[in-house]
Every structure is written in structure tokens, then in C-alpha cells.
């Protein structure tokens, strides 16, 4: 009889030590899942960053290209009006030439028919 209590007895042990070593790997693995899920949500946040910190690249990127567009639109607005008002100075400038010709040609006719 002794010998049958003091096995329920070990055995009773063995099912507690069993059981604590149980419930101390189920709070281990809880632990553990909720570091992985605390990383997951890092992660989570880390990759929402990059990808809002990309979209904004691009959109500075787009902005620089139109811009730049824009600028050398304006410059060669710039210089077509330049270039036409060059070629009108030298179209007056040819026409002053030509009428003071024009000018000197006359005098001398003048003076020849004197």
C-alpha cells in the first residue's frame, strides 16, 4: 500500500513538474508572439515610411522636371523675342543705310545735272 501512495505520489510530482514546464513554454511562446508581433507592426510602419517617403521623391521629381520644362520654355520665349527684335534692329539699320544711300545718290544726280 505504502509503495502504491508514494508512486501516485511521484507521479502527481512528475504531473505538476510536467505541467510548470508546460505553462512556462506557453508564456515563453505568448512572449515570444508578441515581440514578433510588436516587430511585425515596426516593420509595418518602417515599410509605410519608405513608401511615403518614395511617393514624396517622385513627386519632388516631377515637380523639378515641370518646373525645369517650364523654364526653358520661358527662356526660349525669351530669346525668339530677342531674336526678333535683333532682326527688326537690323532691318531699320539696313533701311537707314539704304535710304541714306538712296540720299547721297539723289545729291549726286543733283549735282551733276548742275
Do not use: F, H, W, Y
Amino acid at each position: 500500500m505504502e509503495r502504491g501512495k508514494i508512486t501516485v505520489e511521484e507521479a502527481k510530482k512528475a504531473k505538476l513538474a510536467l505541467q510548470n514546464d508546460i505553462d512556462q513554454k506557453d508564456k515563453e511562446v505568448a512572449d515570444l508572439n508578441e515581440v514578433l508581433k510588436q516587430r511585425d507592426a515596426k516593420l509595418a510602419e518602417a515599410q509605410k515610411t519608405q513608401a511615403d517617403l518614395l511617393r514624396k521623391q517622385r513627386e519632388l521629381d516631377d515637380a523639378k522636371r515641370e518646373l525645369d520644362l517650364t523654364v526653358e520654355k520661358r527662356v526660349q520665349e525669351g530669346l525668339a523675342s530677342t531674336r526678333e527684335q535683333a532682326k527688326k534692329e537690323a532691318e531699320e539699320a539696313s533701311k537707314l543705310k539704304v535710304m541714306e544711300k538712296d540720299q547721297i545718290i539723289v545729291q549726286c544726280r543733283s549735282r551733276l545735272r548742275n
